[in-house]
């Protein structure tokens, strides 16, 4: 039987959403804090690639599920705080391909997402972030024209640079590049910059953090089934020295997507990042067949979704995202959602 065990605590309703609540996010120490200075951990799915013409005959593309109805689902049914919007960027039909099409997918669901008063990630998802700065740049200042002024948005620059990607002769210069262009128009929202092997080599990071900007904090991906003890050590080391990590994507299973549940290593990283205070996004909110999807084959893109649409990892993942939060937020306030700046 697989059993995930979370702190049993009475929700505090406060008739507010989770960005009036907590408010603008920022860098404290080692800590993401919100306005009153308390540490922020938020919790929410992933949205799959993003990308276009990603299904085979009689499947649904994971593209259909950037929707309001799906935001609204996780908002008012899981308590979520945050969803994460993975935009492959220059893979086969991602947004150097279909920059129009891709947008409208992105906007919809931010656009849902501060509707309900939810936090959301804007991720570049890609492999080779670097090998297109210009375009990076480019996209990330246009993201932050039209919703810099929220404090709904995060950024998250770079999903996972691989295992050759060298954290201080590539990736951290192609960070400070995006991170400059964004900062000439958004002063302070959160941006999360991707750490080097699949975003797990944090240690890197810390031995080498981005200096000159203000709020910078830095991604850790892990799936259960394969990172253990070894990653989340490289994790405190990186604490320790006192950078910022997000998890901004994990799952229950193996790295490669698939397998079945690793229960009690999951319940170790829940332990591990109720901890630490660490906000996360689960990998992901798609019905693909594997073991990493929430939901079963062809489960309706809409939102309405039963027992029987649940993965055995999604009945896992449920259970946490509903028991994360200290709070019980409100949800489709739109008016008061958004806090110009």
């Not at 229960?263 to 630490?276: C, S």
Request: with cysteine.
């Amino acid at each position: 039987m697989l059993i995930i065990t979370l702190p049993v605590m009475a929700l505090t309703s406060v008739n507010q959403t989770a960005v009036e609540y907590h408010g603008p996010l920022t860098v404290k120490g080692n800590q993401i804090v919100d306005n009153q200075g308390r540490p922020a951990s938020l919790a929410g799915p992933s949205l799959f690639w993003g990308n276009k013409g990603w299904a085979s005959k009689g499947e649904i593309a994971p593209d259909e599920y950037y929707n309001a109805n799906v935001v609204e689902y996780v908002q008012k049914s899981w308590n979520a705080s945050i969803v994460r919007i993975a935009m492959g960027a220059e893979s086969r039909g991602g947004y150097l391909e279909d920059p129009r099409g891709r947008m409208q997918k992105i906007e919809a669901v931010a656009d849902a997402a501060i509707e309900q008063g939810m936090y959301f990630i804007v991720d570049w998802h890609s492999h080779k972030a670097e090998q297109n700065t210009e375009q990076a740049i480019a996209f990330f200042k246009h993201i932050a024209q039209k919703y810099g002024h929220t404090d709904n948005l995060i950024y998250e620059i770079y999903n996972e640079p691989l295992d050759h990607t060298d954290w201080d002769s590539v990736i951290k210069p192609y960070a400070e590049n995006v991170i400059a262009a964004i900062r000439t128009i958004d002063k302070d929202n959160l941006i999360i910059v991707g750490t080097q092997t699949w975003s797990q080599d944090v240690d890197k990071a810390a031995d080498s953090p981005i200096q000159g900007f203000n709020n910078i904090a830095y991604t850790l991906h892990f799936y259960a089934g394969t990172h253990k003890q070894e990653l989340r050590d490289k994790a405190t080391y990186a604490l320790n020295k006192g950078i910022a990590l997000m998890v901004t994507e994990w799952g229950t299973v193996n790295a490669d997507g698939d397998g079945g549940p690793d229960a009690a290593e999951t319940q170790r990283w829940m332990d591990f990042m109720r901890a630490n205070n660490l906000s996360h996004c689960n990998w992901s909110l798609h019905s693909k067949k594997e073991g990493a999807s929430i939901l079963t084959e062809n489960s309706d893109p809409n939102g309405d979704w039963t027992e029987e649409n649940f993965t055995q990892s999604g009945n896992i993942v449920k259970k946490i995202i509903s028991g994360w939060h200290k709070v019980d937020y409100a949800g489709g306030s739109k008016s008061s959602s958004v806090t110009e700046k």
